[in-house]
């Protein structure tokens, strides 16, 4: 006899939401789609239909089905310890997507919710699964390459996101050098000390003052003595270009080939190569990955991959990032 099947829901179907449904309803053995929750009545019913899922008219009326096992929070990241909070409480196993929270204090709360419910509470930090990152940490934990030295990551959408001046900084942040400072932790085995940040708008145009900015480099300084230097920028048009290298005593990792195939095309004056355009396409086997992971481990009841301490922990790069734009200074993370 066949083992039951895991019943997925998710919390928050725009285009994150939309692709973790996906892959509970088609792509991750062992689980089926049961449910999902969007404040956009209409976007909740339309995946419904589409995956063969029901429409929940409430976060409690998704939480409180016995056929959900595990939720999946994909929610604008202000709601995500509050939505949080109310599945783990509720005892389902919950996979909250990045970043965790917008303060240690709201990281803590999740984290207190999973312990007092006894629920798997794992973070989305989806790159940790891809398989040339987990080949590289496979290499510098084996020590073939010697200690882990410097670390350097780009991180490049193509387009730029619409946010306010004030909230930029904030977002650059949290939506994406916090999956660098998170792959840091994870590739160099070690926490992150202190962070300096410089921000700058980016822009053909005459006149960029007053405008919301769209780049960051971060130099950060590890406990062990390693040193990083992490890019985000949003607006390269050219691709969706995420790239790491990792130098170590007797060797150095790269990843981040970004050709969708291995088809470059020469012509007079120039070459073209078929380059990744969005997150799901060079990330598509990582999410499915990363959810087949977790739903599998609902059963067997094994630790998440990637916890709740390591949410935190980026969570409190990313606010010491903040703090030194502020500053002009390097911050220390906050305990």
């Keep these: 006899m066949s083992a039951p099947r895991i019943g997925v829901a998710v919390i928050g179907v725009g285009a994150m939401g939309e692709q973790h449904a996906t892959n ?9 789609l049961v449910a999902v929750f969007d404040a956009d009545r209409a976007a909740a ?28 929070i994909a929610t604008p990241s202000r709601f995500h310890a ?17 970043p965790m929270a917008h303060s240690l204090a709201d990281c803590d709360r999740i984290v207190a919710a999973a312990e007092r419910a006894k629920a798997r509470l794992q973070i989305g930090f989806m790159r940790r699964y891809d398989p ?16 882990p030295l410097l670390f350097r990551a780009v991180h490049r ?14 977002a650059l942040m949290f939506e994406s050098a916090i999956h ?56 390269a048009q050219y691709a969706y270009d995420v790239r790491t290298e990792v130098i170590c005593a007797a060797g150095t990792v790269m990843i981040g080939q970004q050709q969708r195939t291995r088809l470059d095309v020469y012509v007079e004056g120039h070459a073209r190569h078929d380059l990744f355009t969005d997150w799901r396409e060079r990330f598509r086997d990582a999410y499915r990955a990363e959810l087949t992971d977790f739903v599998g481990g609902a059963t067997d009841r094994r630790p998440p991959a990637v916890t709740g301490a390591d949410g935190r ?12 734009h502020a500053s002009g200074r390097a911050e220390r993370v906050p305990a």
């Design 132 to 147: 040339a990152y987990a080949e590289a940490k496979r290499l510098i934990t084996s020590g073939a390459f010697g200690e």
């Design 24 to 32: 509970a309803a088609l792509h991750v053995p062992g689980a089926t």
């Design 313 to 324: 922990a980026a969570v409190a790069a990313a606010l010491a990032g903040i703090a030194a």
């Design 45 to 72: 019913t339309r995946v419904a239909a589409d995956l063969g899922a029901e429409p929940c008219a409430s976060l409690e009326a998704l939480v409180s089905r016995d056929d959900v096992q595990v939720v999946v």
């Design 157 to 170: 959408d193509r387009e730029a996101t619409p946010t306010s001046v004030e909230a930029g900084v904030r």
């Design 180 to 235: 660098d400072f998170d792959l840091s932790r994870f590739l160099l085995g070690d926490d992150i000390a202190t962070v300096s940040t410089t921000v700058a708008v980016l822009s053909q145009g005459p006149d960029a003052q007053g405008r919301v900015p769209t780049a960051a480099l971060n130099t950060v300084i590890y406990r062990r003595g390693a040193l990083a230097g992490i890019e985000t920028y949003w607006g």
């Design 82 to 98: 509050d939505h949080a909070v109310v599945s783990l409480a509720a005892g389902k196993d919950t996979l909250l997507e990045k």
